[in-house]
């Protein structure tokens, strides 16, 4: 039973350490900012531009260059690098907070769970639309999953990560609509 206080008790410190760390990495700039304080945010922005653009780069440069086209290629190429460094920066903020995020895909998920409308952890794509027919795509399987699941761990004071998860975003899902037609 120590032990388990134990893991816990690091966990938690681990979590504030980690979130306190990336906060003094980059300040946010206030009146009265500190030259240091604008110099230390400015090369750690740097630094995440830097980063989210060889990222970018990586994937333009993979599979996904088939589907560019030339006369676009300079427009398309600057609109994947600004969506990497949008989502650097949010990435960056959410590792900010205390708290710990949990993506739950359809790989983590009960293989062929049954949709339901009540589910609290799930909604149905826009493109299924559910409400003209709830009466037969309620349980069924859902096959894929547009979204998956963001679960938040803990508070920001750095409490209760040992607690039952909150829903920060439902999984959207896609149902499979066919009728069943299998023979028996």
């Known amino acids: 039973m120590k032990f388990a206080n134990f893991v816990l008790a690091n966990g938690r410190e681990a979590h504030i350490w980690r979130s306190q760390t990336l906060r003094l990495l980059y300040p946010p700039l206030r009146n009265g900012s500190t030259d240091a ?24 440069d993979g599979p996904a260059h088939h589907f560019i086209q030339s006369d676009s ?3 398309f190429i600057q609109r994947v690098k600004a969506i990497y460094k949008t989502a650097a920066v949010l990435s960056y903020q959410l590792w900010t907070r205390r708290t710990t995020i949990k993506c739950i895909t359809l790989r983590d998920m009960e293989p062929h769970a049954p949709f339901a409308l009540d589910n609290p952890w799930m909604e149905p794509h826009t493109l299924v639309r559910y409400d003209d027919h709830p009466d037969q795509l309620s349980g069924r399987p859902f096959t894929v999953v547009v979204h998956p699941i963001v679960e938040a761990f803990g508070t ?14 439902k999984a959207v899902v896609w149902l499979d609509s066919r009728m069943d037609t299998r023979r028996p």
């Open 37 to 60: 304080e604008i110099n230390l945010q400015s090369l750690t922005d740097s630094q995440i531009a830097r980063v989210s653009e060889w990222h970018a780069e990586r994937f333009i």
């Open 73 to 75: 290629e300079d427009q």
């Open 156 to 169: 920001d004071e750095g409490e209760g990560y040992d607690q039952k998860g909150r829903v920060w975003a």
